[in-house]
């Protein structure tokens, strides 16, 4: 099979130039590009330039996928969103990456040697930029949980050592955006490690209504020339901007009204977090199993309902079966097989298996030359010599 690679950029908060889109042109022939993004694929080739050069001067979002079981995001985002200290606590080895150019931060989440070989052997890698590229304004709006996914992957992928102590928690881990759900499915992040990760939802959250009354009292003391830059913001388009501002201004005013002891969720230790992980794994396991003897229960509901329909009108059936005979193909055989087994299943829950026999060499009376049709009826235990 031979190698396959798609890369895709999109620019968010400034269009490409002419002279950029001139620059990009010059490095593949056969890309589409457009004032916001450039998509190749490549399956002999490779792309002739540096994805992570391409970030620094380019775009905000890049998605990279290729067969060989890999695949890379790298979102932008400026660097008055989050503080170094802050980023610094959710790097791993090579799963999540951090790097600092003057303007922005330059965010990398990476899939490395993947086993999971089915998905790759149909990944094209189409699709992945419109699921993962929202992450983008959650991060601009102060949301940590894409960056705590990384390092959690990191732990998926055995790159963190048992007793390292994971970074501050953020709240919602155990209610993702789509986007977010889509990053942990991008990077194959453990479903029950996850699971585990959500738990410090419990420790720390908070009734609604003691949440909106905590924004209430924030909002009344927001000054009025600061109410009304917001409003600007708003009205001239810059929403993002100005929920950023909104949501920073609050996270640090609530972090200021908390006691000192309790400003954080308690951290856990990846040791921890394995030890919850196999906890969730057996409740996860517990309730596939009862989600599957209930639908095993319908499915066996509707079956017996379904049988006792053809035992009540067996004769439409046999005509039924006979018209199918009579073409004589192999394809009618089957379907023969398949209702005379039906109508076996039928007999022995409304009436008994010597009844149903007797209507069998009935059939068979008509129908015993057809040496397949015989055979079919007798591999599926149905038909015996002896029934003459």
């Known amino acids: 099979m031979s190698e396959y690679q798609y890369y895709e950029f999109v620019a968010i908060d400034t269009p490409l130039t002419p002279k950029h889109m001139a620059e990009l042109r010059a490095c593949s022939s056969r890309a589409s590009i457009t004032p916001t993004s450039f998509v190749n694929d490549y ?24 067969n060989w079981c890999t695949c890379l995001l790298y979102l932008r985002v400026p660097k008055n969103v989050f503080d170094a200290e802050l980023l610094r606590g959710f790097k791993t080895q090579t799963v999540f990456s951090v790097e600092q150019t003057k303007t922005h931060w330059l965010l990398g989440w990476e899939l490395n040697e993947s086993d999971n070989y089915d998905r790759f052997a149909e990944e094209d890698g189409r699709g992945w930029m419109g699921r993962l590229a929202p992450l983008r304004d959650d991060l601009l709006r102060g949301d940590m949980r894409p960056l705590y996914l990384g390092w959690l992957a990191g732990v998926s992928a055995g790159e963190v050592d048992e007793q390292a102590i994971e970074p501050q928690p953020p709240p919602g881990l155990s209610r993702l955006t789509a986007a977010q759900q889509s990053l942990a499915e991008f990077l194959e992040v ?11 939802d419990r420790q720390g959250s908070k009734p609604d209504s003691e949440s909106d009354a905590e924004r209430d009292v924030w ?96 004769d439409r059936c046999r005509q039924a079966a006979d018209k199918l005979a009579e073409r004589g193909i192999a394809s009618a055989y089957d379907e023969v097989k398949r209702a005379f087994v039906d109508l076996s299943d039928a007999y022995a829950l409304c009436a008994t298996r010597a009844d149903f026999d007797q209507k069998l060499v009935q059939f068979m009376a008509r129908h015993g030359k057809r040496g397949a049709l015989v055979r079919r009826l007798a591999d599926a235990g149905l038909w015996k010599e002896s029934l003459r």
């Open 43 to 66: 399956q002999w080739g490779n792309l002739k330039g540096d994805p992570a050069d391409w970030m620094r001067h380019y775009f905000d979002a890049h998605v990279y996928v290729a």
């Open 190 to 200: 453990d479903e029950d490690l996850l699971a585990a990760a959500g738990f410090s």
């Open 219 to 314: 909002i009344a003391a927001l000054p009025a020339a600061e109410k009304t830059a917001m409003l600007k913001l708003l009205l001239t388009g810059n929403t993002q901007q100005a929920e950023r501002k909104l949501k920073l201004r609050f996270l640090t005013w609530q972090r200021e009204q908390q006691p000192v002891a309790k400003q954080e969720t308690r951290r856990r230790t990846v040791a921890e977090l394995h030890e919850l992980a196999a906890s969730a794994a057996e409740a996860r396991k517990s309730q596939e199993a009862v989600q599957r003897k209930r639908a095993e229960t319908e499915r066996q509901a509707k079956r017996e309902t379904y049988l006792r329909t053809l035992a009540a009108d067996f």
